[in-house]
């Protein structure tokens, strides 16, 4: 059986390969890297999570599947944002890049950044794409060393955001188009 996806909709850029290929191999290259992969239905639903989000949840696959992600996994305080950006996704035929947390099956919170794609496939689904950040200190501090911040009180939010505004700065002296 073909892949449905074509070489410019594969997450892997791979596309027009057969399916047990295309699965082995998107298994194996996200699991063993701790990314996190997750399809989810037009209407939320969780229809593919692959091992790193069953580490990082510690939720079990058919725990996970035909459930709402927003409404599992979502603190309340996010639920509205997240629903936006998911919306966002469904409506638009570019990445849409965000950082939420998610509530892990014990109650501990998980600060995701995530890329996530609308994938048509006689219907449509969002391919999330996540890293962890939450406990990847080095993360943390590799953004820290590139924008000169060596406060001690710096949050990771405010390290992304300085990143983030330096990486715009960047963007807007030197485009990449």
């Known amino acids: 059986m073909k892949c449905p996806l074509t070489r410019s909709t594969c997450p ?79 409506n638009m035929s570019e990445k849409v890049t965000f950082i939420n947390n998610i509530i892990d099956k014990d109650g501990e919170a998980h600060l995701i950044a995530w890329n996530n794609y609308m994938i048509m496939n006689g219907n449509p689904n969002i391919v999330c794409i996540g890293i962890p950040v939450t406990r990847n200190q080095y993360v943390i501090d590799h953004l820290k060393a590139e924008i000169n911040d060596n406060s001690e009180e710096a949050t990771l939010e405010s390290v992304l955001n300085k990143a983030v505004n330096r990486l715009t700065m960047l963007r807007q002296l030197n485009p990449l188009s």
């Open 12 to 90: 892997l850029g791979l596309g027009d390969c057969d399916m047990h290929s295309c699965s082995l191999l998107s298994s194996f290259l996200f699991s063993e890297s701790g990314i996190m992969l997750l399809i989810l239905d037009r209407h939320g639903k969780v229809k593919y999570v692959n091992d790193s989000i069953t580490k990082v949840t510690k939720y079990k696959k058919g725990e996970l599947y035909r459930k709402s992600w927003v409404d599992l996994l979502i603190p309340d305080e996010e639920k509205e944002i997240v629903q936006i950006v998911f919306e966002r996704t469904l």
